[in-house]
């Protein structure tokens, strides 16, 4: 059966850090590709970052790069996504997301190749 579940969401004073983790199973990572996303009240919903399965190559939208890192655990099925400097508007719902297969899309962020969602983690950035 197929899950997603994420955690570690919360409130953090801006330049402040959180780790969200993406706890899978049901599939390995050596078939799908896996992306975190996030949608902020009000706003469509947006890639953050995401893993291609097949070569394992990291990708990450637009200014993400150098605050977020993604990352896996293979032995706890796990992703995760580090958020360093955040910023009031890193406020959002993230959620981590199941690729439909393994190809060339990651980075394109297209919520439409993207199968299955977990229930998302609230992120508030505020002081």
């Known amino acids: 059966q197929l899950q997603l579940v994420e955690s570690g969401g919360g409130l953090v004073q801006p330049g402040g850090s959180l780790r969200l983790s993406c706890a899978f199973s049901?599939?390995?990572?050596?078939?799908?590709?896996i992306g975190w996303f996030r949608q902020a009240p009000g706003k469509e919903r947006e890639g953050v970052s995401c893993i291609r399965s097949s070569d394992g190559r990291v990708d990450y939208a637009d200014s993400k790069e150098g605050r977020f890192t993604i990352s896996t655990d293979n032995a706890k099925n796990t992703v995760y996504l580090q958020m360093n400097s955040l910023k009031p508007e890193d406020t959002a719902v993230y959620y981590c997301?199941?690729?439909?297969?393994?190809?060339?899309?990651?980075?394109?962020?297209?919520?439409?190749?993207?199968?299955?969602w977990g229930q998302g983690t609230q992120v508030t950035v505020s002081s």
């Open positions: 997301a199941l690729g439909r297969g393994s190809g060339d899309y990651c980075s394109t962020y297209t919520p439409g190749d993207y199968v299955y």
């Open positions: 049901g599939f390995t990572l050596d078939y799908f590709d």
